[in-house]
């Protein structure tokens, strides 16, 4: 008898990556229960944030979708020219807002640190006590200080008259 003789006509690359493919798909079956599991319970799915929740459902949708266009391609459609690629570009878009939200929830609350000088000059001047009196203290000392004629000073601090030492 001659040698082993392969039935297969498919080139071995080839069946080794559909047997992968093959096992691939029986490991996510058995995800796929355990999260179907836990998704149907309402209990489970109330603990879950917000963020969380969207990215499971989105993961269910984009899991969906992606075995629906592996069928099509098998069965020799391709997805382009078939319906469910609207599908496919509407979770691409809300993937996107998905990761914005995300992103936008690691961000700090305010996302800037300027003051605004007004507001808060307006803030310490309603804040502070009633200063009348020490004010019309400080513009009398001023008027007698400098005076009301060209910025001259005036009262204690007059200007300084040069002495000649030498004359003496």
Do not use: W
């Amino acid at each position: 008898m001659e040698g082993k003789v392969s039935t297969c006509m498919l080139p071995e690359k080839m069946m080794a990556g559909v047997t992968k493919t093959l096992s691939n798909i029986k490991e996510l079956e058995s995800y796929f229960d355990e999260f179907m599991s836990l998704m149907s319970d309402p209990l489970v799915v109330a603990q879950l944030s917000p963020l969380d929740r969207a990215q499971s459902l989105l993961s269910l949708s984009k899991l969906t979708s992606t075995l629906l266009s592996v069928r099509l391609r098998c069965s020799g459609v391709y997805p382009d020219h078939h319906p469910v690629k609207g599908e496919i570009d509407r979770l691409g878009r809300y993937q996107e807002k998905l990761e914005r939200s995300v992103e936008q929830s690691k961000a700090p609350l305010r996302p800037s640190t300027m003051l605004n000088q007004r507001a808060a000059t307006r803030f310490i001047e309603h804040s502070l006590p009633d200063l009348t009196p020490a004010k019309e203290f400080l513009e009398k000392a001023a008027r007698e200080l400098i005076g009301e004629s060209n910025g001259a000073v005036k009262g204690p601090l007059g200007p300084v008259q040069s002495v000649d030492i030498d004359k003496n």
